[in-house]
């Protein structure tokens, strides 16, 4: 009789399916907690300069949750250039979104690759004296780059060649770019180069943006590197990170909205120029992380002179593209 009016009675069948369900979970989530315990983070330290659009990809992966969802906790650590391949090899830092110092070293026989690059095209621009009208107006003026030697010295060369400005424009070296704005502001020099977004100051202090060396120079400019220990004793969380970063480049391409407001926050912009900052760099990204053929030479071709770099550079004493090309297959599905 007890059992036919339990079997009728579907409230209280329900009540006690529901609590077997929930003793079951409970049971079972007991006995994962003593066999698994937490998820472990791995701690990486990434070395970058001042914050810049050329590794936004990166950034982009940081505050989306690419990295944590992986099982990173990224520490960016602010470092010049020159200091980045030291820091390498002395383990300070696990990467570097700056890769010229690192493929000199490797150039000359370090244990140290370039994986991949975020930005394959320069995001540096031709500002100049509002009168300058055209690139062939500079025949003749004064052009204030970095110091010799350096990657903008090398853009203003390339400049003068390809628009045939002459032998009397003359090259004046200035470190800073807010130097060099001045200088031009007040007519010192005629004209500068200056990486996005500060094209977007020099308009305000009422310079023109005269072009955008990205489209004359493929060459690229930020991405990730590291040690060849790393790559061949910890494969797989070089692959993750590379994984992450291409995630950042997706959200980067694909997402201009939600790109626009991290830019405007990372870069302190109000929302207008965070969108025309974006707009001017989004065709200089990668897709995956790997570059051209062309564009891998043209970056050789810039280290070879710019870091005083004797005879041919070899691609695989600076490049390992292998992690990069096998973290873009595994991600090719969900694409």
Same mark, same amino acid.
């Given at each position: 009789m007890t059992k036919r009016l339990f079997l009728k009675s579907p409230r209280l069948s329900a009540v006690i399916v529901l609590a077997m369900i929930w003793l079951?979970? !409970?049971? !079972?989530?007991?006995?994962?907690?003593?066999?698994?315990?937490?998820?472990?983070?791995? &701690?990486?330290?990434i070395a970058a300069p001042s914050a810049s659009l050329s590794y936004l990809a990166i950034h982009v992966a940081i505050q989306k949750g690419f @990295?944590?969802?992986?099982? @990173?906790?990224?520490?960016?650590?602010?470092?010049?250039a020159g200091l980045s391949a030291p820091a390498l090899l002395n383990r300070a830092v696990d990467y570097t979104t700056i890769p010229s110092g690192v493929a000199t070293a490797g150039a000359r026989g370090a244990p140290l690759k370039v994986i991949c690059f975020t930005s394959v095209k320069l995001q540096h621009l031709r500002v100049s004296r509002r009168e300058i009208m055209t690139v062939t107006d500079l025949a003749g003026k004064r052009i204030g780059a970095g110091g010799f030697g350096n990657l903008p010295a090398y853009e203003v060369r390339v400049l003068i060649d390809k628009y045939r400005l002459g032998m009397n424009t003359t090259v004046i070296p200035l470190n800073s770019t807010n130097d060099r704005m001045i200088a031009t502001q007040k007519g010192t020099i005629d004209a500068t180069v200056v990486p996005a977004p500060f094209d977007l100051k020099a308009e305000e202090m009422g310079l023109k943006r005269l072009l955008h060396m990205g489209t004359i120079l493929p060459i690229p400019q930020a991405g990730l590197a590291t040690t060849e220990e790393k790559i061949k004793s910890h494969r797989g969380e070089v692959i993750e990170v590379l994984k992450a970063t291409i995630e950042g480049l997706d959200y980067t391409w694909t997402q201009r909205e939600g790109t626009i407001d991290i830019v405007a926050r990372w870069m302190n912009l109000n929302r207008s120029q965070a969108a025309k900052a974006y707009d001017s760099v989004r065709e200089t990204f990668s897709r995956n992380g790997i570059?051209?053929?062309?564009? !891998? &030479? !043209?970056?050789?071709a810039m280290l070879g002179a710019t870091a005083g770099l004797k005879g041919e550079i070899p691609a695989a004493s600076i490049f390992d593209f292998s992690p990069a090309a096998e973290a873009a297959k595994e991600m090719a599905p969900k694409r």
């Open positions: 079951r979970g !409970a049971l !079972a989530a007991g006995a994962e907690s003593q066999g698994k315990g937490p998820v472990p983070v791995t &701690k990486i330290r @990295f944590a969802r992986r099982g @990173f906790e990224i520490e960016m650590i602010q470092m010049a570059p051209s053929d062309e564009q !891998a &030479k !043209a970056y050789i």
